[in-house]
């Protein structure tokens, strides 16, 4: 495999970099569940406030009103005032599902950001009729017997929970033909009716505005917080640098002047034999491979000095036994074997 030509320097900071930008990714994944969490946690509370007070008014039957505004009522009574006995009063009352719609109508109009009505895929009252995500809600939860459904749209948080008939509801959603006389009256015989008791109802429907989640991330940073940030990595290339790299570089100039004979001494002071430190092991290494290769070189340089010395003796013994005791095919004693005095006689050719 190829090796890398750029420094770990570099390497070191594109590999903060890819951290920086997964961790990033990591945070914003992270964030964006705890935000969708944090909506559903909004919504589940409204649901749980709007059935306490729906089961409120269901423990006292209905509540009765003096305020009619809106024609919103389904019986009417009028009482007086021992005090006041010409004066009557006039009395409307609100079963559970009459006062949740106009308590959401009241929700509505406040400057609370979470709202919410309740729908039915039968609804008795033509006003609560579900719009496109409550329809698609109502369908999921009756068909895989869900209990809840949320989905985002157009900026806003939808939250579906079911709602079923109890006991008490039938009396009203059950036979129109048991059904109180003042709620035919009002409604009718033909919607809203039909249900037994555990059936889905319909649903409580919760919308919250959201906010685009790279602002909500962009306010949890400041000033402070990027600066920590890049402290961080100026603190982390420092370390890189000061720890790892300059000693590696050291080293490695200690390697090459090893490699060629040169003396490079290697500082091991401080550094413990059994040290858990890499780098520091790698010293050690280093130096233990400096003394054994100038070991080496030095029994090399001593076994070349006496080879060296040994042949020259070798060559001053041989040219002293070549001057005791020349021979007739030694250049030295030629002239002599040819016809100098002492030396073998010619033949005679006369013959």
Known sequence: MKRSRVSISAQFMLLVLVILG???AAYFLILKNVYQQELKAQAQTVVANVEAFGAWV???GRVWVKDNSGNSYLGEMTVTSAAKPDEPIHFYSKNPALAQREFSEAVAQSTSPAKFRMTSHNVMNPVNKPDTFEQTALAIIRTNNQKE???FVQGEYRYAQAVFHKA???SCHGDPAKAPADVINRYGKENGFGFK???VAGVISVRIPTHSLSAN??????????????LSLVFA???IRSQLISPIKKLTVSAQDISTGQDSPINTDGIALNTRNELDQLVLALSRMRNSTYLAIKKMREARAEASETLVKAKAAVAKARADHPTPTDPATKTVAMGKPGGPKKPDKSH
């Open 22 to 24: 997964m961790n990033g």
């Open 58 to 60: 269901a423990q006292h």
């Open 149 to 151: 459904y949320a989905e």
């Open 168 to 170: 008490a509801c039938i």
């Open 197 to 199: 008791e555990g059936d």
């Open 217 to 230: 991330l962009m306010s949890f940073i400041g000033p402070l917080e990027v600066g920590l940030v890049v």
């Open 237 to 239: 290339f420092w370390f």
